[in-house]
């Protein structure tokens, strides 16, 4: 189906271990987007992607990776997961840079 | 500094009722976008509507209906009629640039 997935939906791992998590889209969208969601935060941009190799910042990047090699995939790893980072993960894209974002599903994450 | 406020965190209804749901934004930009998105309990995030800084029409879909006023930065959201399947998070958001701002979210409940 076209649109917006993320694998895995629930994950669950231990502290210092490593984790990606992926979003796959199917509209050739240049823009894309990772958020974290957490109670009393609300939505929080972690990183964003403006088009294949290109990534940048958001407000909260640490203990985050992302990457983009092909403008359909954009995954997010956390290369050694704390607690903190317990969370609901979502995927959003946009074809144009101020947009209507479309989000994934989301992945909750549990770090133990 | 907060860009998105939207002051009610609860609201709940019976069935039917009416519920307006507040929405003020901060921006010194003279273009920008506007959206409301709705998280059922189900999770994922679902867009509603979108409105541009240059367009202050209301907008009527359905039960639907937003008020946008420059003059006071709202973009208030009605429920007419409410439903027990508009139970929901029901978030406010800014796009400045790529950037979007959420809001905390307001948590609409309706009871049968």
């Known amino acids: 189906d076209a649109g917006i997935t993320q694998s895995p939906r629930y994950k669950i791992t231990e502290t210092g271990r490593q984790v990606t998590l992926m979003c796959h889209q199917t509209w050739s969208h240049s823009y894309m987007f990772w958020y974290r969601q957490d109670l009393g935060h609300g939505l929080r941009l972690i990183y964003y992607s403006a088009a294949a190799d290109i990534t940048d910042k958001g407000e909260v990047p640490d203990g985050y990776v992302v990457s983009r090699s092909k403008t359909e995939n954009f995954p997010l790893t956390l290369e050694s997961a704390t607690r903190s980072q317990t969370s609901v993960y979502f995927c959003?894209?946009?074809?144009?840079?101020?947009?209507?974002?479309?989000f994934g599903p989301g992945t909750r994450l549990l770090v133990l | 500094a907060q860009k998105v406020t939207q002051a009610q965190t609860e609201i709940s209804v019976v069935e039917k009722e009416d519920v307006t749901l507040d929405c003020v934004y901060e921006?010194?930009?003279?273009?920008?976008?506007l959206f409301w998105y709705k998280q059922p309990p189900s999770g994922e995030l679902v867009f509603l509507i979108r409105r541009n800084s240059f367009d202050e029409q209301n907008e009527i879909s359905g039960r639907y209906s937003w008020n946008f006023q420059k003059s006071t930065s709202s973009f208030n959201f009605t429920i007419t009629a409410s439903q027990v399947v508009d139970s929901a998070v029901y978030f406010c958001?800014?796009?400045?640039?790529?950037?979007?701002?959420f809001g905390a979210g307001t948590t609409v409940t309706v009871r049968a």
């Open positions: 959003a894209s946009t074809e144009q840079k101020i947009g209507t974002q479309y």
């Open positions: 921006t010194r930009d003279t273009t920008y976008y």
């Open positions: 958001a800014l796009s400045e640039d790529y950037k979007l701002s």
